[in-house]
């Protein structure tokens, strides 16, 4: 489990061809805490496992084909960047939301505008993360966590502070990239409960998804 709060970015070294995947390397400036066996990390909101820690500065993950046709994963090159989350442990604080690093879908980004300090960034959703959607909820985006802004008919917008821009990877974001989203589980767990008609109040689904959160 992770909370969409990116730690670190890495960068791509190598990315080596192996059966039924590629063996992702990965260089960063090293973790204060040791790597224990089998930890996982979220890279690019992807939770992966680490395989090795070839030195302090230098990380080794095997990424499943299917992780490489779902996900932005599969279209890295070696010097990309990618943003970089430890697992959560119990007593750590929970800075953004709670994020599976299970990927329902990718994104597009259809544009990228100033808006004040701010850049406002619309993404293209396939319905199966659309439907999860509510305005002022919460979603991950190659493992950010952000707040959607605004629904539209097939896509939704965010703002990214300067903080953001700078410390993750999204600094770099250009129109027509690729990203990684997964929407808000208790959104989800909500949408189910409406399906189910368990919601009280005579809330619907629609309703929800329309009032946002407040």
């Not at 959560?88 to 879908?105: K, P, T």
């Not at 990239?177 to 989800?188: F, I, R, S, W």
Request: charged share 25%.
């Amino acid at each position: 489990m992770f909370t969409g709060i990116i730690q670190k970015i890495g960068i791509v070294s190598e990315l080596l061809e192996r059966q039924g995947g590629r063996r992702l390397i990965l260089e960063l400036t090293p973790w204060e805490r040791a790597f224990a066996d089998g930890e996982s990390i979220a890279v690019n909101g992807v939770c992966l496992t680490v395989a090795e820690q070839l030195t302090p500065e230098k990380l080794a993950f095997d990424v499943l084909e299917e992780t490489l046709r779902k996900t932005n994963l599969g279209r890295l090159t070696p010097g990309g960047k990618v943003n970089l989350e430890r697992a959560l442990r119990y007593g750590d604080a929970l800075g953004g939301h709670l994020v599976s690093g299970h990927v329902d879908a990718r994104g597009i980004v259809r544009s990228i505008t100033p808006a004040g300090g701010d850049r406002r960034v619309e993404i293209a959703a396939p319905e199966s993360v659309y439907v999860n959607l509510v305005e002022q909820g919460s979603i991950a985006c190659d493992g950010i966590s952000l707040t959607v802004a605004e629904l539209l008919d097939d896509a939704f917008a965010v703002h990214l502070i300067p903080t953001t821009l700078r410390e993750t990877n999204w600094g770099e974001m250009a129109e027509g990239d690729e990203v990684n989203l997964e929407a808000d589980m208790v959104c989800k767990i909500v949408r189910r409960e409406a399906a189910q008609g368990k919601l009280p109040g005579g809330w619907t689904w629609e309703r929800f998804q329309r009032e946002g959160v407040e």
